[in-house]
Nanobody
Framework: EVQLVESGGGMVQPGGSLRLSCAAS????????MSWVRQAPGKGPEWVSA????????YYADSVKGRFTISRDNAENTVYLQMNSLKPEDTAVYYC????????????WGQGTQVTVSS
């Protein structure tokens, strides 16, 4: 059974940091590009960041560039999102997603983890 399980969400004050984790199982993690996608209340999904299979290439939405860092550990089948200098507009449910080609739709999704940035 394929699973993507996110963790690390929570409530944090503006300017704070959180580190999200996404543990994968049931598929060959190292063969899949991984992404983080978020959805704020009342809004559509927003792609946040992506990392290629080997971890050597990373990509970010302009809204998070310079504040968020994506990484992966293929030995642990886990992808991370380090989020610094958080802003209220980063409040959303964060999902990790996997696809085996940058030109395909996502094959697998996690259940999401809530991030709330508020004073």
């Amino acid at each position: 059974e394929v699973q993507l399980v996110e963790s690390g969400g929570g409530m944090v004050q503006p300017g704070g940091s959180l580190r999200l984790s996404c543990a994968a199982s049931g598929f060959t993690f190292s063969s899949y590009d991984m992404s983080w996608v978020r959805q704020a209340p009342g809004k559509g999904p927003e792609w946040v960041s992506a990392i290629n299979t080997g971890g050597g290439s990373t990509y970010y939405a302009d809204s998070v560039k310079g504040r968020f860092t994506i990484s992966r550990d293929n030995a642990e089948n886990t992808v991370y999102l380090q989020m610094n200098s958080l802003k209220p507009e980063d409040t959303a449910v964060y999902y990790c997603a996997a696809r085996n080609s940058p030109f395909s739709t996502y094959d697998y999704w996690g259940q999401g983890t809530q991030v709330t940035v508020s004073s």
